[in-house]
């Protein structure tokens, strides 16, 4: 079992950065790959990014490549995403999931966290 929380969300301009991070708890987290997916209001959720267990491999949505970010740090049993220039349409909440590369990736993953607001003003 993962248990996944996830912080530093908040309110920034365009062109700004903003960096979140998910904590999570549980014996096995070096095990899994993770991944941050979004959902804006009146939207699907989409995926964003995901790095796998050892944090030498990435993969990352068109819309954010060049943008975004992510990172991890076993010890600390933490996924971060690092987002710079943000634009108004990053708006949503952001969630982290753990799982297996392929349902991180799909979005299937067993494992999700409550979400944090990400809001970028114009």
């Known amino acids: 079992q993962v248990q996944l929380v996830e912080s530093g969300g908040g309110l920034v301009q365009a062109g700004g950065s903003l960096r979140v991070s998910c904590a999570a708890s549980g014996r096995t987290f070096n095990s899994y790959a993770m991944g941050w997916f979004r959902q804006a209001p009146a939207k699907e959720r989409e995926f964003v990014t995901a790095?796998?267990?050892?944090?030498?491999?990435?993969y990352y949505a068109d819309s954010v490549k060049g943008r975004f970010t992510i990172s991890r740090d076993n010890a600390k049993n933490t996924v971060y995403l690092q987002m710079n220039s943000l634009k108004p349409e990053d708006t949503a909440i952001y969630y982290c999931?753990?799982?297996?590369?392929?349902?991180?990736?799909?979005?299937?993953?067993?494992?999700w966290g409550q979400g944090t607001q990400v809001t970028v003003s114009s």
């Open positions: 790095i796998n267990w050892s944090g030498d491999t990435t």
């Open positions: 999931a753990a799982g297996r590369w392929g349902t991180v990736v799909a979005g299937k993953s067993a494992y």
